[in-house]
């Protein structure tokens, strides 16, 4: 299963799993969020305000904080918030909301910029990682379909090739031979890996 993931993923390249989206969805939101602060008159409705032009990413997460507001405090909310995106880069722009509205900070528009800055940043940093591994997928394709049609030539036109491999020694190299491909495919696929670093939360479930 391991093998069918990583040819599948080096093969068709990001997909719903991709970091960026999502991280500039919120760096999105929480530029939209500090100039709401503006001309709102509270944190509160800040928040409400950015349901308008909110990104299709956050869209409903955004909506059941809106909701939220109307029941529950704005630390669980923003907290319960956090968990629907489920992205360390939100986390950090949760942290600082959630300081502001016990602390009534008055740099937290300049605080915003700044995390908003760092998750442009950060996508900017997906982007490139993305290119760096669309090369290593190109040449595993390469690599895959040479070998493949060789492979299926030789079952066509030239089985006589094959015999040695129908004896014990012969399979055993041909096992040998087979598992060392599947492992290097792996190994390309592991380095190639975003690694995000850990949420600054615990889901709120497991803290209560």
């Known amino acids: 299963m391991e093998l069918i993931r990583s040819l599948y993923d080096l093969y068709a390249g990001p997909n719903g799993s991709d970091h960026r989206p999502i991280v500039e969805s919120v760096a999105a939101w929480t530029e939209n969020l500090r100039d709401a602060m503006s001309a709102a008159s509270g944190l509160e409705q800040a928040i409400v305000a950015t349901a308008q032009h909110a990104p299709v990413a956050l869209e409903a997460a955004i909506q059941r904080l809106i909701a939220s507001l109307r029941y529950e405090p704005i630390e669980i909310g923003l907290r319960r918030f956090a968990d629907d995106v489920s992205n360390p880069t939100c986390d950090f722009v949760v942290a600082a909301l959630i300081t502001a509205s016990r602390h009534q900070t008055r740099d937290l528009g300049?605080?915003?910029?700044?995390?908003?800055?760092?998750?442009?940043?950060?996508?900017?940093?997906?982007?490139?990682?993305?290119?760096s591994r669309a090369r290593s997928r190109t040449a595993v394709r390469i690599i895959t379909s040479v070998v493949s049609i060789f492979i299926l030539g030789l079952l066509i036109f030239d089985r006589?090739?094959?015999?040695?491999?129908?004896s014990v020694t012969g399979t055993a190299v041909a096992i040998a031979v087979v598992a060392s491909f599947a492992f290097s495919?792996?190994?390309?696929?592991?380095?190639?890996?975003?690694?995000?670093?850990?949420?600054?939360?615990?889901?709120?479930?497991?803290?209560?």
């Open 110 to 131: 300049q605080l915003l910029t700044h995390l908003s800055e760092c998750a442009r940043a950060e996508c900017h940093l997906y982007l490139r990682i993305w290119v």
């Open 160 to 166: 006589s090739y094959l015999a040695p491999f129908v």
């Open 185 to 208: 495919l792996v190994w390309l696929m592991r380095i190639a890996e975003v690694r995000t670093p850990d949420r600054l939360f615990q889901p709120l479930e497991v803290v209560s």
